[in-house]
Every structure is written in structure tokens, then in C-alpha cells.
């Protein structure tokens, strides 16, 4: 056994997340879809690999997508994170008023004020 090995209970929760990651993107590069729903899948990771999560979704939507010249997959994440929202197209919103929950467009702005506001 090579001492670099580490059995997957080993790993914290960032590195576990970065391997579940590593597959779906090597799986998405052999087979794409046309869009992936993430959930959270930054909450365990550290700002660095937070922001190179961000930046790696932006480039494979922005890459060209075979023959018919439309544009990569799409990504909808959930997030409480501001990497995320820094690369984003659009954001939404969910708000929750008088037992009833609605979705709502909201600009980067207000989606990064939401963020920083769960922090405190």
C-alpha cells in the first residue's frame, strides 16, 4: 500500500466533494448533457477551489456544443457561496412569504448581498 493512498472516509468533505466533481465532469466530457443541477456542491470546498469550480462550469457552458453551433451545457446551481455568483448568467431568488414560496430574478448584486448576509 503506497502511503499516498487514503481510503475515502479518510477524506474531508472538500476533497470528497472534489472527487465526485472530477467524475461528473469526466463522465460529462464522454457523454454531455444538455444541463446539470448541482446542489451546493461548493459548500464543503475552500475559496480557491470554490472559485476554480466557478470558473471551470463558465468554460465548459461557454464552449461550443457539436455540430448545430448552440453553446455548451447548462448549469443550475444552488449555492451560499459568491464564487459561484460571480460567474453566473442569471440569478433567482427564492423567497418564502405567507406559507408560500415564490421564484424571482435577481440581479448579481442583490444575490451577493443575500450571501454575504447569511454569513453574519
Excluded at 24 to 41: G, K, N, S
Excluded at 81 to 103: D, F, N, T, W
Amino acid at each position: 500500500k503506497h502511503d499516498d493512498q487514503q481510503r475515502i472516509q479518510q477524506l474531508s468533505g472538500g476533497q470528497k466533494s472534489l472527487c465526485a466533481l472530477a467524475l461528473v465532469f469526466a463522465i460529462q466530457q464522454c457523454d454531455p448533457a444538455p444541463f446539470y443541477l448541482f446542489d451546493e456542491i461548493d459548500a464543503n470546498l475552500d475559496a480557491q477551489y470554490r472559485t476554480a469550480v466557478a470558473q471551470h462550469l463558465r468554460d465548459i457552458s461557454n464552449q461550443a456544443g457539436g455540430d448545430n453551433g448552440e453553446g455548451g451545457a447548462q448549469f443550475i446551481c444552488t449555492t451560499f457561496r459568491p464564487e459561484m455568483l460571480h460567474v453566473a448568467q442569471k440569478c433567482y431568488g427564492v423567497r418564502y412569504q405567507k406559507k408560500s414560496s415564490s421564484i424571482v430574478v435577481v440581479s448579481r448584486e442583490e444575490a451577493l448581498e443575500f450571501v454575504e448576509g447569511e454569513k453574519q
